[in-house]
């Protein structure tokens, strides 16, 4: 089993594409006319060059809509695909969960004969977002341990450009830092659902945090030591494109 078979039930509902972010993916593969999307979920973001998708959750792939390219369960460790099969490979905010990111990343370049995409985040940077430090430093332990480091994957990769993904203020792609102008949204059961830090965490440890969060936010408290982002139209969380040409 993996672990969106046990978190991913209601994935589709929150976890909607964001256009200006597809537009940046899309930007990013350039003229690939075949593309290969690893760790594929319910296929957000997948251009219309989608050759495949691989995805390991039988969930997740239950709730790709119809007309979405064909996918195959897999794991991104053991892509059953023939070397260079596609112009590119994309990986987007999933080499975190990955078990063996050395051999993801290696599968990646064998399939792919000109590029990787991949979207994550530079743990260095998004530790430090507010949500975390202040309210549940437990999600930022969490990821520490999980994160995969820019400069390990762009190591992998053979060497990558690595471009800042700054956050829509309001972005329709409901993980982890969407919320930054909008606290309230951590509060609703159903948008946390959709965010994996949230739902791995103990609940005992997520619960006070919410309740910290809530009497601030009745209070005044969190507009008052955030005033500096309720002007910004977007926010740099730390979520990073890495492109690497093969």
């Known amino acids: 089993m993996t672990v969106y078979?046990?978190?991913?039930?209601?994935?589709?509902?929150?976890?909607?594409p964001d256009p200006r972010l597809a537009a940046r993916i899309t930007a990013a593969l350039g003229d690939a006319a075949t593309v290969v999307n690893v760790g594929a979920g319910t296929g957000s973001y997948e251009p219309r060059a989608t050759l495949l998708a691989v995805e390991p959750s039988t969930?997740?792939?239950?709730?790709?809509?119809?007309?979405?390219?064909?996918?195959?369960?897999?794991r991104a460790e053991a892509l059953p695909l023939a070397?260079?099969?596609?112009?590119?490979?994309?990986?987007l905010l999933t080499v975190h969960h990955w078990a063996d990111l050395a051999a993801g990343i290696a599968e990646m370049r064998r399939i792919a004969r000109r590029r990787v995409v991949i979207l994550t985040w530079?743990?260095?940077?998004?530790?430090?977002?507010?949500?975390?430090?202040?309210?549940?430093?437990?999600?930022?332990?969490?990821?520490?341990?999980?994160a995969a480091s820019i400069a390990d994957l762009a190591w992998?990769?053979?060497?990558?450009?690595v471009e800042a993904v700054p956050i829509p203020?309001?972005?329709?792609?409901?993980?982890?830092?969407a919320y930054w102008r909008r606290p309230e949204g951590y509060?609703?059961?159903?948008?946390?659902?959709?965010?994996?830090?949230?739902?791995?965490?103990?609940?005992?440890?997520?619960?006070?945090?919410?309740?910290?969060l809530a009497a601030d936010l009745e209070s005044g408290r969190w507009h008052e030591r955030h005033r500096d982002?309720?002007?910004l139209e977007e926010f740099d969380a730390g979520y990073r494109l890495l492109v690497a040409d093969l």
């Open 59 to 74: 969930v997740m792939i239950a709730q790709r809509p119809p007309g979405s390219a064909p996918v195959v369960r897999a």
């Open 229 to 231: 982002l309720l002007g």
């Open 5 to 16: 078979d046990e978190i991913g039930m209601t994935y589709a509902a929150v976890r909607r």
């Open 122 to 146: 530079d743990q260095e940077i998004s530790r430090d977002y507010w949500f975390l430090r202040e309210y549940l430093p437990e999600g930022a332990a969490l990821d520490d341990a999980r």
């Open 156 to 161: 992998l990769l053979g060497g990558a450009r």
């Open 169 to 177: 203020h309001d972005c329709t792609d409901g993980f982890g830092a």
């Open 83 to 91: 070397s260079g099969v596609a112009d590119a490979a994309m990986a």
């Open 187 to 212: 509060l609703d059961p159903l948008v946390r659902s959709g965010m994996s830090v949230l739902t791995q965490l103990d609940q005992g440890v997520v619960w006070p945090a919410l309740d910290r």
